[in-house]
């Protein structure tokens, strides 16, 4: 493998970046390159850190094969550039280094609910520009799925510590163990003083399959498990219904942490798994095993109970699949894991802001709720995505909300 600088230097620098165009939030790629190989690594990470206040956890786990690397030039006729390893590194030490500029406070208190990946974003984006910010958080740290649903194997926790370190330097309120929601509701923020709020809560409430023997003991959901592995006693067959990331690194944790035969029950084919293509890659070489075209129909004591899946291509080119109630098989396990997605928790509620039929927040295309002052974003709007995706639309709400905050308080 080649190091970070000759991984830089294969770097065409192109006018016209389609790596930075692909990106959702628009890295300035060659910018950046070229910075770093003259030796300005900080400016480099001044620059990636300002346009994503993330860019240190995406470099990480972005599906870099959708964004920059697979829309590299260079990919064209051989290997693309792999900028994250670059933007790993350089963000990184910009976030160990990091000195707290003089923020000139504007006294404008703001309520952030939810410390997951846009949480974050928001609050970091407040901090920078004097606003008095404070998070509610409903467990014990920062991070939400950065730190309770994906594995410390694909992204170290110290990380985390280091960006809540950070934002404490730069005045952050935490309150961590508040849910928002229950003992405190959005409308009680107001009265005390806050000019907005922003909720970015998550989806942590997991989807059922509603099968008979889902209830049983041995039955667990994956956002479950991933909070907390060794809460679990799984045993040496391990069954994973689904086939996005949450279904991955549940199945990579399962054989880190209980040595257990991990099986993928996916209803469709490999070219339709959802997961990121590296993580699947991995996940074989560790030994996961993949049944595909495989609908779980009954959970049972030792064994989940399948019918075999057809893939039917119609003549306008559409696929199909249908189950085939005559091809039944039992796969064994002594644990099941589900994953098949997640929904917002029931609890997170306001008066008169107005939700979708999934249960989202809904708003508009800045991230407005139909209540002046209640913003959101993240998995709470947009259901389930990637971090940089969340990271690019908070970057929008942001805007946003300065506008608006500028109208309430002048």
């Known amino acids: 493998?080649?190091?970070?600088?000759?991984?830089?230097?294969?770097?065409?620098?192109?006018?016209?970046?389609?790596c930075s165009a692909n990106c959702p939030v628009k890295t300035q790629i060659p910018e950046v390159v070229d910075l770093?190989?003259?030796?300005?690594?900080?400016?480099?990470?001044?620059?990636?850190?300002?346009?994503?206040?993330?860019?240190?956890?995406?470099?990480?786990?972005?599906?870099?094969?959708?964004?920059?690397?697979?829309?590299?030039?260079?990919?064209?006729?051989?290997?693309?550039?792999?900028?994250?390893?670059?933007?790993?590194?350089?963000?990184?030490?910009?976030l160990e280094t990091m000195e707290i500029p003089k923020i000139e406070k504007n006294g404008i208190k703001i309520a952030v609910a939810g410390a997951g990946p846009a949480g974050i974003t928001m609050s970091l984006l407040l901090l920078l520009h004097g606003y008095d910010v404070t998070m509610f958080e409903a467990q014990d740290n920062i991070g939400g799925i950065l730190r309770y649903g994906i594995p410390p194997f694909r992204l170290s926790r110290d990380l985390l510590e280091?960006?809540?370190?950070?934002?404490?330097?730069m005045g952050l309120h935490f309150?961590?163990?508040?849910?928002?929601?229950?003992?405190?509701?959005?409308?009680?923020?107001?009265?005390?003083?806050?000019?907005?709020?922003?909720v970015s809560t998550g989806t942590g409430r997991p989807n059922k399959l509603g099968l008979i023997g889902e209830t049983l003991g041995h039955v667990h959901f994956a956002v479950d498990y991933l909070k907390s592995p060794k809460a679990f006693n799984l045993g040496q067959r391990v069954a994973v219904v689904g086939a996005g990331n949450v279904a991955i690194d549940a199945a990579r944790t399962a054989i880190r942490r209980a040595h257990s035969h991990v099986t993928i029950l996916h209803f469709m084919g490999e070219e339709n798994v959802t997961a990121n293509h590296e993580e699947v890659e991995m996940a074989q070489i560790?030994?996961?095993?993949?049944?595909?075209?495989?609908?779980?129909?009954?959970?049972?004591?030792?064994?989940?109970?399948?019918?075999?899946?057809?893939?039917?291509?119609?003549?306008?080119?559409?696929?199909?699949?249908?189950?085939?109630?005559?091809?039944?098989?039992?796969?064994?396990?002594?644990?099941?894991?589900?994953?098949?997605?997640?929904?917002?928790?029931?609890?997170?509620?306001?008066?008169?802001?107005?939700l979708t039929q999934r249960g989202l927040f809904d708003v508009n295309e800045n991230g407005e709720t139909?209540?002046?002052?209640?913003?959101?974003?993240?998995?709470?709007?947009?259901?389930?995505?990637?971090?940089?995706?969340?990271?690019?639309?908070?970057?929008?709400?942001?805007?946003?909300?300065?506008?608006?905050?500028?109208?309430?308080?002048?």
């Open 370 to 410: 139909n209540t002046p002052g209640v913003f959101a974003a993240g998995d709470i709007v947009s259901g389930p995505k990637t971090v940089v995706d969340a990271v690019a639309f908070t970057k929008r709400v942001f805007e946003r909300m300065e506008e608006y905050l500028k109208n309430v308080t002048e």
């Open 36 to 94: 770093f190989l003259n030796g300005n690594i900080k400016k480099a990470g001044e620059i990636l850190f300002h346009n994503n206040p993330l860019s240190a956890v995406t470099s990480v786990i972005c599906p870099h094969e959708r964004n920059c690397t697979g829309h590299c030039i260079r990919g064209l006729k051989g290997e693309p550039v792999m900028f994250y390893r670059i933007e790993e590194f350089v963000s990184r030490f910009y």
């Open 175 to 198: 309150r961590p163990n508040t849910r928002i929601g229950t003992n405190i509701m959005i409308d009680d923020l107001f009265p005390d003083g806050y000019k907005a709020v922003f």
């Open 286 to 354: 560790e030994g996961v095993e993949f049944i595909h075209y495989a609908q779980a129909v009954r959970i049972m004591e030792n064994a989940v109970r399948c019918v075999r899946v057809n893939r039917i291509e119609h003549e306008d080119g559409s696929v199909s699949f249908e189950e085939d109630y005559s091809d039944v098989f039992d796969v064994p396990t002594d644990s099941v894991i589900i994953a098949i997605g997640q929904g917002p928790g029931a609890d997170m509620k306001a008066a008169g802001v107005k």
């Open 1 to 18: 493998m080649s190091t970070i600088k000759q991984e830089a230097e294969r770097c065409l620098r192109c006018k016209n970046a389609k």
């Open 162 to 169: 280091l960006y809540k370190d950070i934002m404490l330097r």
